[in-house]
């Protein structure tokens, strides 16, 4: 049969609003980190990756923040749109050139 | 804009069968990844490839699975022996070098019954 997937964890947010998603990595060693977005039925799609060396990176409406001392992530989202609506995930990569992907989070946007 | 390509879209076999996905990276790329998600789950690395051979692989790259860039265009998988637990989205994905963005196709779902 079919397994069990994970729970993804859901942020629901009103359309205009700005969309804060978390993402907690494992590798103090990895040298940069991206996020990801994916809608249903389709491949990842990159939004915004950041160097391990820099703490914040901006792109068009998106944010990405870098804290290493705890080992966290975040991708802002201002002026949430319905087209945002997908799952989110951060990856973080370094030597060997794989990514090592979290587990997701899905962010609904209510008109 | 350039993408990776991926067919077929969706696969149905046997257990036992073996199963080839191929994709076509982006031209200018130099780096290719197998990645899979099993319905629900987190993305997750298969194996990289590099310069004509796999340059990192996880422990789900078992002695199943193979790769083969056979010409200029074409970057495929290889399933020997396909079993239900192999049922799952397969991305191929590419990137200019080891650090810079992966870009993924589409996906092929993989059905093994």
């Known amino acids: 049969g079919e397994s069990v997937g994970l729970h993804l964890p859901t942020l629901s947010v009103q359309e205009g609003d700005n969309s804060i998603i978390n993402c907690a990595y494992s590798?103090?060693?990895?040298?940069?980190f991206i996020w990801y977005k994916q809608e249903s039925g389709k491949g990842p799609q990159f939004i915004i990756d950041?160097?391990?060396?820099?703490d914040k990176r901006q792109g068009q409406r998106v944010t990405v923040l870098l804290n290493k001392t705890v080992k966290h992530l975040s991708l802002q989202i201002a002026a949430t749109q319905p087209g945002d609506s997908a799952v989110y995930f951060c990856?973080?990569?370094?030597?060997?050139?794989?990514?090592?992907f979290g587990g997701g989070t899905r962010l609904m946007v209510k008109p | 804009e350039p993408e990776v390509t991926q067919t077929p879209s969706h696969q149905v076999t046997q257990m036992g069968q073996e199963v080839i996905l191929r994709c076509v990276p982006i031209?200018?790329?130099?780096?290719f990844y197998w990645y899979r998600q099993i319905l629900g789950q987190k993305v997750e690395f298969l194996v990289s490839?590099?310069?004509?051979?796999?340059?990192?692989k996880s422990e789900i790259f078992d002695d199943q699975f193979s790769v083969e860039r056979p010409d200029g265009s074409n970057f495929t998988l290889k399933i020997r022996s396909t079993k239900l637990e192999d049922s799952a989205m397969y991305f191929c994905?590419?990137?200019?070098?080891?650090?810079?963005?992966?870009?993924f196709g589409q996906g092929t779902r993989l059905t093994v019954v």
């Open positions: 590798n103090s060693a990895s040298d940069y």
């Open positions: 031209s200018n790329h130099l780096y």
């Open positions: 490839f590099y310069n004509n051979e796999i340059s990192e």
């Open positions: 994905a590419s990137s200019t070098d080891g650090t810079a963005e992966a870009f």
């Open positions: 950041i160097r391990s060396n820099m």
């Open positions: 990856a973080e990569g370094g030597a060997g050139n794989m990514l090592t």
